[in-house]
């Protein structure tokens, strides 16, 4: 406890280790999604985390400055400063990154997201390794590796076996679309909503790229339905979004 009292204070030993834990966590973290070949990887949250850190400490100079070196200056001014406004810049600041790693692709599907997440919750990991609440950076490290190791394949594992599907179809033709509906129906899937996207293809054709939300009668795998249904000889293209 002495030697963790120590590195909460102001001094060159805590102010090293806090840089050098945000710069190790968000490698880590960052690795991850460089092997999972997202837009931002190792070097991103590696500067993400580091920048909240160093942020956090330049508030705390900040404070024992005015406090003790320019006390009598700050006195004399009249000038009232609220330090911790520098860390909610780093949340307000983070955003711009994230945005630009959420994509829509041509199927409605976002991606991106979890990247996103992922570097604002480095940012906020930074925050606390920067303010010295090394137990609180503990439990965030782990709980942001579960979230991006663990947890898709929980999440896999719930959305492979829901009920309710959403289903992104490319058809040779409209015509083609209601013996596919015909189809779904047939099976006792229930259709409760249609976004339909008509495309001029080659040969003076129209595509029908579509995009279902069905309903299934009863839990079955999402992989032999997908199989079932891409047998239609209408279907160009078909994948769950």
Known sequence: MTLLTYLREFNMASVLLRLTLAVLLGGIIGINREHKRQPAGFRT???VCMGAALTMVLGQYQYM????????AQR???MITDVTRLGAQVINGIGFLGTGTILVTEQREVKGL???AGLWASACVGLAIGAGFYEGV??????????????PWVEE???AWSRNMNLYVELSSMEGMKGFIDLIKSMGIQIYDVELDRREGGKEQTQVSVVFFLHLPKSQSHTKLLA?????ADVLAI???
């Open 45 to 47: 949250y590696m500067m």
């Open 65 to 72: 400055m005015l406090d003790i070196v320019w006390k009598e």
């Open 76 to 78: 004399e001014v009249g």
């Open 114 to 116: 979890t990247t996103a």
């Open 138 to 151: 503990l439990l965030g490290f782990l709980a942001i590796l579960l979230s991006i190791e663990i947890f």
């Open 157 to 159: 594992f719930i959305l």
């Open 228 to 232: 079932q249904l891409s047998y239609s």
């Open 239 to 241: 994948d769950e979004v």
